[in-house]
């Protein structure tokens, strides 16, 4: 048999924000699985914001994707064709199938899930690689502890939401920063001690007052001057989880540095970064953890889920780095 997909690849390699030019839609011929081998019909696509990265010919954790190649992005699916021992039809998997409606696999990467515990996007969001990365980033680099104080940006999204209830449930106080007045009452529903509305507040005058003796894990999602913001308000021996940098992945130009570095000196604080694939080992430990929470309330998982196939992808791409999203952002095969 063969399946038609139709598939967003990378026409040319975008300076600033990807537009028009930066993809094609394609249609492209899948045919049956070869020995060890199977099909995926994919059913959701996850919009990360590291995908602007991979745009880029430059060295980094992963390769850069290639121009003429479909989209790389993780996504989630169901097995209609299959000559591999471990994957029968039907199995619900989620794995890095692409900006596509059918995916070939070898199962390197793929994992099976079980849609009893939740739906697949929550699979591509708490319970899946931005969940792991906030259950990571927290414990192995923050290293938080009970009774500290954590800051962290863009909280309403997919990691920053799972960090803040994380941190919530080790009984911290929780101060979420995020853009606009509907996540931020959204933050204080889900249990956040603090929300500030970076769009219309001033970050930094608004930690000192809610953190005067300094605030002990800044999560950086986005970099920029809300991490000055993060740095001019340190408590001493505070850890900064260089997460990502969110406000500078389409800048032209390369960002200027941290303003306030200096801090981190006169804070005897430190300042590391990691990516989550290295935790490919533990990423049981993490579901298992995270799971638990879902199934007992103590993690509320939301996603927003855009409809609009593959053709939909370069504008709900562009939709992340404008906060359309409220939790994981997920695009509807
Ligand atoms: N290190 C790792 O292994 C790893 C793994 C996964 C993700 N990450 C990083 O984690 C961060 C969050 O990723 P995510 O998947 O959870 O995305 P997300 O938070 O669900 O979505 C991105 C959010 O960023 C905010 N944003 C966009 N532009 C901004 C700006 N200029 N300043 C401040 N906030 C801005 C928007 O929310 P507002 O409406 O609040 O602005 C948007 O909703 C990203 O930096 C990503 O690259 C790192």
Redesign the pocket.
């Known amino acids: 048999m063969t399946w038609t997909s139709k598939e967003i690849h990378l026409a040319t390699r975008p300076t600033g924000y990807p537009d028009g030019d930066t993809w094609s839609l394609v249609s492209a011929e899948v045919q049956d699985p070869a020995e060890g081998e199977f099909v995926v019909e994919v059913d959701h696509i996850s919009l990360?914001?590291?995908m602007r990265g991979w745009l880029n010919d430059v060295r980094s954790y992963v390769p850069p994707v290639k121009v003429g190649e479909a989209m790389r992005a993780l996504a989630t699916g169901t097995v209609v064709a299959s000559a591999h021992a471990g994957f029968v039809v039907g199995d619900a998997v989620v794995g890095t199938f692409g900006v596509v409606e059918y995916a070939k696999s070898n199962g390197r990467g793929v994992t099976r899930l079980d849609l009893d515990v939740a739906g697949a996007p929550t699979w591509l969001g708490a319970l899946g690689?931005?969940g792991m990365?906030a259950y990571f980033g927290l414990n192995d680099i923050g290293r938080l502890q009970p009774g500290e104080t954590i800051v962290v940006?863009?909280a309403?999204?997919?990691?920053?939401s799972v960090v803040a209830q994380l941190a919530k449930a080790m009984g911290c106080r929780v101060i979420g920063i995020?853009?606009?007045p509907d996540?931020v009452a959204w933050l204080k529903e889900i249990g956040l001690d603090e929300a500030i509305d970076?769009k219309s507040e001033s970050v930094h005058k608004r930690l000192r007052a809610l953190a005067p003796d300094g605030i002990d894990v800044y999560f950086d999602?986005?970099g920029?001057e809300?991490l000055d913001a993060a740095l001019a308000n340190l408590r001493r021996g505070a850890r900064i989880v260089l997460?990502?940098?969110?406000?500078s992945y389409n800048d032209e130009t390369l960002a200027e540095g941290p303003r306030r570095y200096m801090s981190l000196l006169v804070f005897r604080a430190t300042m590391a970064g990691?990516?989550?694939f290295d935790y490919e080992d533990r990423y049981p430990e993490a579901v298992a953890a995270l799971s638990k929470m879902v199934a007992d309330g103590s993690l509320v998982a939301r996603e927003t889920v855009l409809d609009g196939g593959v053709e939909g992808f370069p504008e709900a791409l562009l939709g992340?780095?404008d906060?359309v999203?409220t939790g994981?952002?997920v695009l509807k095969v």
Do not use: E
């Open positions: 990360d914001p590291a690689m931005p990365t940006s863009a309403a999204g997919a990691v920053g995020a853009g606009g996540k970076y999602n986005v920029g809300i997460c990502g940098a969110i406000s990691f990516v989550v992340l780095y906060g999203n994981k952002l």
